[in-house]
């Protein structure tokens, strides 16, 4: 009997640090190495005497809750490469000096030299095999590869580790309007041992057409009583989706945007062959007409006066000074109540951001800007989940990406629909699988 071990070093029953160990006999296999926006900065639950022990590390995209540990590998003695796309690599660079950023800001460090940084060293799937298809990654390894709709470069992985075969979504949606997603071949699926997948969402079932209607009606709603809408976005992801949904949805309205966004959208016009066929020409018309500024410059420039705007910053989090200077003009003069700042994403705890929505929830009539949360669709609820399992069809599933009584609603939602094969862990815990249709739960 073939058996396996899947351990959880970061990322289920949480937001952040997704790391997971698969180990089958002497192969073993990481996925993805990240951190965590908490405190002076959290990381996976390394187990040192094992990390020079790793076959191979795959990397499923550039976030930084998915990529930020890797150095500390090498740290540990790791001295074998990572697998990951070609868009991946090349934008790792920007989320790094972030994260030190916000390391910085917290007093705190990483637990890794920038010498070892350079150590990171990639393979590239496109060159061993086209998507979709079964490649040699290391002795005892199969791989096999696809389009995951997160962000340009981001990809599921599904291994084959000494007969044992668990798929990993990585962060995906197939509800991008600019990315494509692809799962793998239903015959690649068949005696799928476990399935490690992204419900960041829990138990949510909004579609993204549902969120869609909401964030337009919501600018729509401030527009009319004259008011800006300040959207704080990502600098890759949702923020250039978002920018050509409201062109579409509000051609008439002016948009403002902050202009290291508009090199994101140079960028992704590099990567086509991540795209939907219409991406590149929908991202041209958004451009056009399309006002932009720094947001180091005086934030009143963009358009605190005039005609009503909407403001797409790349900072979901408010951490940067040019972002927390443009809230301020939202809340300043006798317009600041017909204001508005919508976030659309997940929100750090201690983050500036946070702060801003604690305050408003506890005083939502405080005569400042209103603060909305709107998501806009970058991950998976409940219902994107159980189309994935239905595809799949996993002996066992693995939950991540979102905080234990959201994973624990979700199984049981999950279990209330005839599938019992699912499972809230936390970072520590183990799951033992076989390649066979039985396995059980450890807890360590």
Same mark, same amino acid.
């Given at each position: ?8 070093? %970061? ?9 997971? #160990?698969?180990? @089958? ?23 040192? $005497?094992? =990390? ?27 001295? %074998? *490469? ?16 972030? +994260?030190?950023?916000?390391? &910085? ?11 070892? *940084? ?15 298809? +079964? ?5 005892? =390894?199969?791989?096999? +590869? ?9 990809? +599921? ?52 057409? *549902? ?7 919501? /600018? ?26 409201? #062109? ?10 902050? &202009? ?23 991202? @041209? ?11 180091? $410059? ?12 909407? /403001? ?26 017909? @204001?508005?700042?919508?976030?659309? %994403? ?40 159980? #189309?994935?399992?239905?595809?799949? @069809?996993? #002996? ?16 049981? $939602?999950?279990?209330?629909? %005839? ?26």
């Amino acid at each position: 009997m073939s058996l396996a071990i899947l351990e959880v070093w %970061g990322g289920a029953g949480e937001h952040g640090r997704a790391c997971y #160990r698969i180990a @089958n006999g002497p192969v073993s296999v990481m996925l993805d190495c990240g951190g965590k926006r908490s405190g002076r900065g959290e990381y996976p639950l390394w187990k040192p $005497e094992l =990390v020079p022990q790793l076959t191979t590390v795959f990397l499923s995209h550039a976030h930084e809750d998915h990529t930020v540990g890797l150095p500390a590998l090498y740290r540990m003695g790791y001295r %074998g *490469e990572i697998w990951t796309t070609r868009a991946t690599a090349t934008r790792i660079a920007s989320n790094f000096r972030m +994260w030190k950023g916000y390391l &910085a800001e917290q007093g705190s460090a990483a637990p890794y030299s920038a010498e070892e *940084e350079e150590l990171l060293r990639f393979r590239y799937l496109e060159d061993s095999a086209e998507e979709g298809e +079964w490649f040699e990654a290391a002795p005892g =390894v199969r791989a096999c +590869w696809g389009p995951s709709g997160h962000l340009a470069g981001s990809v +599921w992985i599904l291994l084959d580790i000494e007969g044992c075969r668990v798929f990993y979504s990585g962060d995906y949606t197939h509800e991008s309007s600019l990315l494509r997603a692809e799962l793998p071949k239903p015959e690649y699926c068949r005696n799928l041992s476990a399935a490690i997948v992204d419900a960041a969402y829990g138990a949510r079932t909004e579609s993204q057409a *549902e969120m869609m209607a909401q964030l337009i009606g919501t /600018i729509r709603q401030v527009s009319e009583r004259g008011g800006h809408v300040f959207l704080p976005v990502p600098l890759h992801g949702r923020g250039l989706e978002l920018l050509a949904l409201l #062109r579409e949805a509000l051609p008439d309205t002016r948009i403002v945007a902050e &202009a290291s966004l508009l090199q994101g959208a140079a960028k992704i016009k590099e990567d086509e062959a991540w795209l939907h066929p219409s991406a590149i020409e929908r991202m @041209n018309l958004a451009l056009r007409g399309l006002q932009t500024s720094p947001f180091n $410059e005086a934030p009143s420039g963009l358009a605190m006066s005039g005609a009503p705007a909407v /403001i797409i910053g790349p900072d979901a989090q408010l951490q940067t000074e040019g972002a927390q200077a443009c809230y301020r003009q939202l809340n300043r003069g006798e317009n600041a109540v017909s @204001n508005a700042i919508i976030f659309t %994403g997940h929100v750090h705890s201690g983050s500036c951001a946070s702060k801003i929505i604690a305050r408003h929830e506890a005083d939502p009539e405080h005569g400042h800007c209103s603060v909305y949360r709107i998501p806009y669709k970058v991950h998976q609820g409940l219902p994107d989940v159980w #189309r994935m399992l239905e595809h799949l @069809n996993p #002996r066992v599933l693995l939950p991540v990406h979102t905080d234990k009584e959201k994973t624990d609603r979700l199984v049981s $939602e999950l279990a209330s629909r %005839g599938y019992s094969g699912a499972h809230s862990l936390t970072p520590g815990q183990t799951l033992i699988l076989t390649a066979e249709a039985e396995y059980e739960r450890e807890y360590r």
